[in-house]
Each structure stands twice: as structure tokens, then as C-alpha cells.
Antibody, heavy 124, light 106 residues
């Protein structure tokens, strides 16, 4: 079964850090670009960051640029999001999502597989 | 940034009726448009990509159309399991999503 499972969410104080992980299974992880998308409570979806299959290309939304770092370990079938200098407005469910197309053009594809999400709450 | 605007915000429909959802892009996205369904407490599910191509396992009652800046998602005969929030997403440039249309039971 094709599956993505996020972990690492929790409660953190403003200015703090958190590292999210996404474990992939059931497909050739190293062949796909991967993404993080977040959803604030009661709000819509917001793209956060994308990484190409070989980590050669990495992109961030302006709202997180300079604070968040996306990475992947293809040997471990895992995607990560290091979040630093967290703010209240970063509070959201964070989803990892797979690009639809194998070896596709990163940030230029639909997302066909999503994890269940992990909640990040930034509050004092 | 390409802004995606969905209308209406809420659509009240009876089971068995047709639902038509709209999505407008602030500039042309060609056919690089996807639709997602999200139910409470669940992750989004890909319904349509390439503006009109149904994703794997998606029933034929879901159809997408449009190109450029105007797009439509049609659910031909609403089933009880179709009541949810629907989002459009462009991927012609950095991905951006619409604000969502909630399809509720009339």
C-alpha cells in the first residue's frame, strides 16, 4: 500500500524549533519530488516547500523562507521539515504529499498521495 | 503569486442533484489545474489533474473542465459521501490553492 506517515508535531513556544518527519512506503520514494503543505485550523491549504527527487532543487513559500528547511533521505525513504523561529501563524496541520508524476518537474505537479498530517501548535 | 478564487464559498445541494463549482486564476495556468476533496479530519484527496483528467479510482460522476483562467468541477449526481470541501490548485507556477468551496446538504 502506498503510504505517507508524518510525525514530529507538537506544542512549541514562539521562537522555538521542531523537526517534522514523513515516512514513505509502498513506492519508489527516490523517484518522486515531495512536498509539505499546511492547513491552519479552520482554514485552507497552503503550500510550504518542495524538494526534487535527488534534492537538487528546493523551493519554499515566502512565508517560511529562511526559517524552514526541507530535506530528504532516499536511503531511509523519509522526508523532513526543520522548522526554526516558529511563530503563532505557523500553527497548522502539516501534510507531506507526493508529486503525481515520477521524475516530474518539481513545484509543477498535482499531489496524489497525502499523509494524515501532524499538528504543530505554536503558543506560549 | 497566482491567486486562485473559488465560488461559491458554500453550495447547498440535495443528494442526487448536480453540483457545479468554479475556480478562477489571476493569470493563465494553462491546464495545470487540480481539484481536491477534503472531508473533516482527513487529508485532501486528489480528484482531477490536468484540469480534466480523473485521478485513479475517482468515480465518473466527477468531471473537470476549463483552461487558462476559468475552471469548473462538476459532480453530476451528488452522493452522500460527496458532501465535503473542494479545493482547486494551480501548479503552473509555485503551487497555490483556492480558498475552498463547501458542498453541504440542502
Amino acid at each position: 500500500e502506498v503510504q505517507l506517515v508524518e510525525s514530529g508535531g507538537g506544542l512549541v513556544k514562539p521562537g522555538g524549533s521542531l523537526r517534522l518527519s514523513c515516512a514513505a512506503s509502498g513506492f519508489t520514494f527516490s523517484s518522486y519530488s515531495m512536498n509539505w503543505v499546511r492547513q491552519a485550523p479552520g482554514k485552507g491549504l497552503e503550500w510550504v516547500s518542495s524538494i526534487s527527487s535527488s534534492s537538487s532543487y528546493i523551493y519554499y513559500a515566502d512565508s517560511v523562507k529562511g526559517r524552514f528547511t526541507i530535506s530528504r533521505d532516499n536511503a531511509k525513504n523519509s522526508l523532513y521539515l526543520q522548522m526554526n523561529s516558529l511563530r503563532a501563524e505557523d500553527t497548522a496541520v502539516y501534510y507531506c504529499a507526493r508529486d503525481l508524476t515520477k521524475y516530474g518537474y518539481v513545484t509543477h505537479d498535482a499531489f496524489d498521495i497525502w499523509g494524515q498530517g501532524t499538528m504543530v501548535t505554536v503558543s506560549s | 503569486e497566482i491567486v486562485m478564487t473559488q465560488s461559491p464559498a458554500t453550495l447547498s445541494v440535495s443528494p442526487g442533484e448536480r453540483a457545479t463549482l468554479s475556480c478562477r486564476a489571476s493569470q493563465s495556468v494553462s491546464s495545470n489545474l487540480a481539484w481536491y476533496q477534503q472531508k473533516p479530519g482527513q487529508a485532501p484527496r486528489l480528484l482531477i489533474y490536468g484540469a480534466s483528467i480523473r485521478a485513479t479510482g475517482i468515480p465518473a460522476r466527477f468531471s473537470g473542465s476549463g483552461s487558462g483562467t476559468e475552471f469548473t468541477l462538476t459532480i453530476s449526481i451528488l452522493q452522500s459521501e460527496d458532501f465535503a470541501v473542494y479545493y482547486c490548485q494551480q501548479y503552473n507556477n509555485w503551487p497555490t490553492f483556492g480558498q475552498g468551496t463547501k458542498v453541504e446538504i440542502k
